[in-house]
């Protein structure tokens, strides 16, 4: 029994399991060997009653019935095997006698799935079973892809559609389709029904679409707002293709309505966080950018210009360092409303192309944008003259005016804006942005609070130095500028006995020298805000090394003259040694003879005051100018610093020691500290010891470093008195041992 | 429901009378058929089928006889209806034509005759004794 199963039939079980039922035990038994001989299983019943039993048992892949028996005949048992659950769908083959009409009807009535004559045709009665068994698998997976596909659908909140052109029927929708347009899964929806879900205002554009893709039938695929009879609003996306009648016409649609509602509002969401601002909503950087770009491209075409204004709040940090971050965020949001409201703001998300040849539509692009920080853009598409975007300009100064409450206090703010012209300040929008950095910097330089249009010859100042200020200006925004210490040593006691701070600019990566861009400062007065912050930064760095070794001595900070002219100088000191807990002793200022002598009527008070709160003042490069020694013996000061010249020149010109013991002389004679700055050689350090200066910095000693390092230098050379330096001076004093382990316990 | 009335086949009427051989009782083409299910024999296919059929028509010849004093129709339309099948699968032809007609003449509504009976029973046993022939030759 090894005949193999008949090709075209690969896909059924190996030996498919039938169920023979027959009373007449000969046929039967005649079937059953006729039908395992042909690859088949067969279990035998020889009444409906065995069968019924026999299918409750376990299920067969087909049941053969022979129509006539006594007792339950075919027809009953396939009633009843219908209701058994498992077997709805079980194909019946019913054996029937020849020319046997009425048991034919009667078979298919009862359920079963095909009738079959019965004779001694096995071959015939085999192929029929092995094609009910095909058909019923067929039936079975169709049924299963139905519900996946129904199932799919739902998921995808998907349902496809049908509609016949002249047809009265309406549209035919899937359950699934009814579902996604909110309809019940049995109610008839016309074409009209469905279009009044679309909002007033979109139909009619909606129904031009159509109307078109009818006409040259072609295929339909938008995405259609839908305000569903519960008053749920959903996208729903509709893709549908034409059908053709046989003479080539446009007979309808076929097609899919697909709910994407979430995958719009991703999209859209993802669209404005790639394109605006999310403190302010205003539009970001590239969205800007994009929009300036096309501004260009429309002003190029129609020969019109177009400004761009770049608004830089002042003293913006300063907001943000003293009332906190949340603070500032909130000033920049009211900030961000006011300058909006100054330009015909449009919050339209543009990514396309601007269609205007000859229209207007490139005065949508008009918006004021947030750059980052505190830096905003407006974008004005077209102007006639400057005195356009002046106005404008001004129109924003005007809506800072107003104070800002943040926190229950009142803020003023004021900005400087920079204004570019195209096409004569720039073809490009990099040029443009550069050129109006540069406008606004000349407004900052020149006090602030104020429009300046971009001119080659802004200032008279070279290119270089404008980019230059303009980068120096936003260094401090940056935190670009840091600050070295150089040790002062009292090399009797071979301790530190405080630090001058140096400052330094770190440019993208290079180290500015302090002679590069300190007198730049000067001049543009960007000196004060740097003073400030160098002050703050000192102070700060003074907590840090009291938690870290004890630190109890001051650190140096430089100030040019003018910084003393200012009547918040002390306001400003306190603030900053209060902010981190230290006493005011903990900053000492140093001021260049050469300027003190300068302005000396104008710094005296501040000298004055500063004094009575306990802030010490040095003065710096002494011995190069020309003091008033009347002067000197009336002013507020504690410490003088022998200019480096006189101290590179020791031991070589008989000068300068003079000068020196001069100089030790005078300070001793008025109270004086005296501190040697430039020592390098332990020659000199011997010569200045001997000439009775105690006090001194140098390359000898160390090089103004990075805070860390200065400690590192503290634990790995003064404290284990490593150095070169250390002992010849206290040698000739004899005994200071004491002292020096002093200073080391306290500084470790 | 009712049928069309089908003609009696020509050679059925009148029956045969005398006992016959085994080979012109049973048909040797129906025979050969069901050697074929069973070609070398191995599996004793013929010997297991007409011995089935032996049992199953003794049973059969003993209901048809309790009929004979008073033939109820419905029972013996019955049994004809699988004494036809079964008959012409061994290749009993005669009897099994025989019982068809039967079948027909009782679901046409024709009441049930003893002579009918007794001619069936007659084929019937003709059938039987042709199969133990067989059986035991």
């Not at chain 1, 396309?352 to 905003?376: M, N, Y």
């Not at chain 1, 005296?674 to 001997?690: C, D, I, K, P, S």
Request: net charge negative; proline share 5%; with cysteine.
């Amino acid at each position: 029994m090894t005949t193999a199963p008949t090709s075209g039939f690969d896909d059924l079980p190996e030996r498919p399991q039938v169920l023979l039922v027959d009373d007449d035990e000969v046929n039967l038994l005649l079937t059953a060997i006729a039908l395992r001989e042909r690859g088949f299983e067969i279990a035998e019943a020889s009444s409906g009653e065995q069968a019924l039993a026999a299918l409750a048992e376990r299920s067969p892949d087909v049941v053969v019935l022979d129509a006539i028996m006594p007792g339950l005949d075919g027809f009953e048992t396939c009633r009843a095997l219908r209701k058994l659950p498992g077997s709805e769908n079980l194909p019946v083959l019913m054996l029937t006698g020849l020319d046997d009409d009425a048991s034919i009807a009667r078979a298919y009535e009862a359920g079963a799935t095909d009738f079959f004559v019965k004779a001694a045709q096995w071959s015939l009665l085999a192929g029929r079973l092995r094609y009910l068994l095909r058909s019923a698998r067929t039936r079975m997976e169709l049924e299963r892809r139905k519900s996946e596909l129904a199932r799919a659908q739902d998921l995808a909140r998907m349902g496809s559609f049908e509609w016949r052109r002249n047809e009265k029927r309406g549209v035919m929708l899937s359950v699934e389709a009814l579902r996604v347009c909110g309809f019940g899964s049995h109610e008839d929806v016309s074409l009209r029904k469905m279009l009044r879900l679309v909002p007033a205002d979109e139909r009619r554009a909606l129904l031009r679409t159509l109307h078109a893709c009818l006409r040259q039938s072609t295929v339909v695929a938008v995405d259609v707002p839908l305000v569903l009879r519960d008053g749920r609003q959903r996208v729903v996306r509709v893709e549908a293709e034409p059908e053709f009648n046989e003479h080539g016409h446009g007979a309808g649609y076929t097609g899919i309505v697909q709910d994407v509602t979430d995958r719009r509002q991703a999209e859209d969401k993802i669209r404005h966080l790639a394109n605006f601002d999310s403190l302010t909503g205003l539009p970001n950087r590239r969205q800007l950018i994009w929009r300036a770009e096309r501004a260009l491209e429309v002003a190029r075409r129609m020969q019109h210009q177009c400004a761009l204004l770049l608004i830089d709040l002042d003293r913006f940090k300063n907001i943000n360092d003293t009332l906190g971050h949340s603070a500032g965020d909130d000033l920049l949001v009211e900030v961000a409303r006011r300058l909006r409201a100054c330009v015909r703001h449009s919050d339209q998300m543009m990514e396309g192309a601007i269609d205007s040849v000859g229209g207007r539509s490139h005065r949508a692009l008009e918006a004021v944008g947030r750059l980052g920080g505190d830096e905003f853009v407006a974008l004005l598409p077209e102007v006639t003259e400057d005195h356009d975007a002046e106005a404008v300009a001004r129109r924003m100064l005007e809506a800072l005016r107003d104070p800002i409450f943040l926190g229950g206090q009142e803020c003023f703010v004021t900005a400087s804006v920079g204004v570019a012209i195209y096409p004569r300040d720039g073809q490009t929008v990099v040029d443009l942005l550069r050129n109006a950095d540069v406008a606004m910097y000349s407004v900052k330089a020149q006090g602030k609070n104020a429009t300046a249009v971009y001119s080659p010859h802004l200032a008279g100042r070279g290119r270089e130095k404008l980019e230059l200020e303009s980068a120096l200006f936003r260094a401090i925004e940056r935190n670009e500028l840091v600050l070295h210490y150089q040790p002062k040593i009292d090399v009797r006691a071979s301790r530190m006995v405080g630090a001058e701070a140096l400052m330094r600019w770190e440019r993208g990566g290079k180290l500015v020298p302090p002679g590069d861009f300190i007198p730049l400062a000067e001049d543009t007065g960007l000196i004060v805000p740097l003073s400030e912050w160098a002050l703050r930064e000192a102070a700060r760095q003074a907590r840090v090394w009291q938690q870290q070794f004890g630190f109890n001595d001051s650190i140096a900070v430089n100030l040019p003259t003018h910084m003393f002219e200012r009547s918040d100088l002390v306001e400003h000191i306190h603030q900053c040694v209060t902010a981190v807990n230290v006493p005011h002793r903990a900053i000492r200022l140093e001021i260049t003879e050469d300027n003190l002598m300068k302005e000396l009527q104008n710094v005296i008070p501040s000298l004055h005051r500063l004094n009575e709160i306990g802030v010490e003042i040095a003065i710096d490069d002494f011995g190069t100018g020309y003091s008033s020694l009347a002067y000197l013996t009336t002013l507020p000061i504690s410490e003088l610093k022998v200019d480096r010249s006189f101290v590179r020149d020791l031991g070589i010109t008989p000068q300068s020691s003079a000068v020196v013991s001069a100089i030790i002389a005078l300070a001793r004679a008025l109270g004086l500290r005296v501190v040697a700055e430039g020592v390098e050689t332990l020659r000199q350090m011997e010569v200045l010891h001997r000439l009775g200066c105690t006090v001194m910095q140098g390359f000898l000693f160390s090089r103004a470093v990075v805070p860390d390092e200065l400690a590192r230098w503290l634990e790995q050379t003064v404290l284990p008195r490593k150095a070169p330096w250390i002992g010849s001076a206290a040698e000739n004093e004899g005994g200071p041992s004491a002292e020096l382990s002093g200073s080391v316990r306290r500084y470790r | 429901m009712q049928h069309p009335s089908i003609p009696l086949p020509p050679n059925m009427s009148p029956p045969p009378t005398l006992p016959a051989s085994p080979e012109s009782v049973l048909d040797e083409g129906a025979l050969a058929r069901l050697r074929e299910l069973d070609p070398d024999g191995r599996h004793g296919v013929v010997t297991r089928v007409l011995s089935t059929y032996e049992k199953a028509l003794a049973r059969q010849i003993e209901q048809m006889r309790a009929e004979l004093d008073s033939p109820r129709g419905e029972v013996l339309g019955a049994l004809a209806h699988t004494l036809k099948s079964s008959s012409a699968s061994v290749g009993a032809v005669a009897f099994s034509r025989a019982c068809e007609a039967f079948e027909q003449r009782m679901r046409q509504g024709a009441t049930a005759q003893t002579h009918d009976v007794a001619e069936l029973i007659r084929l019937a046993e003709a059938a039987l004794a042709a199969v133990r022939t067989i059986l035991r030759g």
